[in-house]
C-alpha cells in the first residue's frame, strides 16, 4: 500500500533558526496535506498543496510540491516558539489520509 | 460554531472489555473518519463514513466497526480490547467536497490496562 515518509523524525533548533520537513510518497500523490499537532492536541490542517511544482507560502512557513508529486517540504524561517510541534504530512489514498509519522520540532529559546 | 467534539476525552479499560467512543461533525458536514494515533506515530485511518454509509476501512481487524447516524454523528466501536489498542482515537470531519481537508477532534485518550 501507499506508504509517506517523513524526514528527519525529530528537529531541534534555536529560536530564530531556519526548519525544514521532508516528505516523500512511495506513489505519486493528487494532492497532498500538512497538517501541525501541538504537545497534546491535535491535527490541524495547515495547507493544501495539488499542482506539480507548487509553492504555497503562509507567512514564515513555505510548503513546496515536488514535480513529480512524490515528495513535498515545509520550511520555516526564523523558528519561534509558538512553532514547536509535530508537523505531518498526508496524501490521500482512495478516501483515507495516509500520515507520515511527523517530524516533531523543538525551539529553545 | 462549534468544531468536532469527542466523547469521552479519557478512558480507561481492562483487556476483552468493549469500548464505544462518539463524535459529533462540524454543523454542515456530512463525513467522519476515524483515526488510531499511537504515541510517536502519525494517525492511522480506521473507517470513513458518508451519508451513513461505510466510504473507506483500513488495516484494522473486525473487532473494530463504527456507524453514523442521521444527524451524521458516529460511533468507533471496539471489542475484546487488547493493550495494543491504547492510543488517541480521533475523529475527523469533512464537507464532503473534494478538498478532502479533515478537521479533527481533540480526541478520546484510550488505555487498556
Known amino acids: 500500500g501507499q506508504q509517506v515518509m517523513q524526514i528527519p523524525q525529530y528537529q531541534h533548533v534555536q529560536e530564530g533558526e531556519d526548519f525544514t520537513t521532508y516528505c516523500n510518497s512511495s506513489?505519486?500523490?493528487?494532492?497532498i496535506q500538512w497538517y501541525k499537532q501541538r504537545p497534546g492536541g491535535h491535527p490541524v490542517f495547515l495547507i493544501q498543496l495539488v499542482k506539480s511544482g507548487e509553492v504555497k507560502k503562509q507567512k514564515r512557513l513555505t510548503f513546496q510540491f515536488g514535480e513529480a508529486k512524490k515528495n513535498s517540504s515545509l520550511h520555516i524561517t526564523a523558528t519561534q516558539t509558538t512553532d514547536v510541534g509535530t508537523y505531518f504530512c498526508?496524501?490521500?489514498?482512495?478516501?483515507?489520509?495516509?500520515f507520515g509519522k511527523g517530524t516533531t520540532l523543538s525551539v529553545s529559546s | 460554531d462549534a468544531g468536532v467534539t469527542q466523547s469521552p476525552t479519557h478512558l480507561i479499560k481492562t483487556r476483552g472489555q468493549h469500548v464505544t467512543l462518539r463524535c459529533s461533525p462540524i454543523?454542515?458536514?456530512?463525513?467522519v473518519s476515524w483515526y488510531q494515533q499511537v504515541l510517536g506515530q502519525g494517525p492511522q485511518f480506521i473507517f470513513q463514513?458518508?451519508?451513513?454509509?461505510?466510504?473507506g476501512r483500513g488495516n484494522f481487524p473486525d473487532r473494530f466497526s463504527a456507524r453514523q447516524f442521521p444527524n451524521y454523528s458516529s460511533e468507533l466501536n471496539v471489542n475484546a480490547l487488547l493493550l495494543g489498542d491504547s492510543a488517541l482515537y480521533l475523529c475527523a470531519s469533512m464537507t464532503g467536497g473534494t478538498k478532502n481537508i479533515q478537521y479533527f477532534g481533540a480526541g478520546t485518550r484510550l488505555s487498556v490496562l
Open positions: 463514513y458518508y451519508e451513513k454509509e461505510e466510504r
Open positions: 498526508a496524501g490521500i489514498a482512495g478516501t483515507a489520509l495516509i
Open positions: 454543523s454542515g458536514h456530512k463525513s
Open positions: 506513489t505519486t500523490l493528487s494532492n
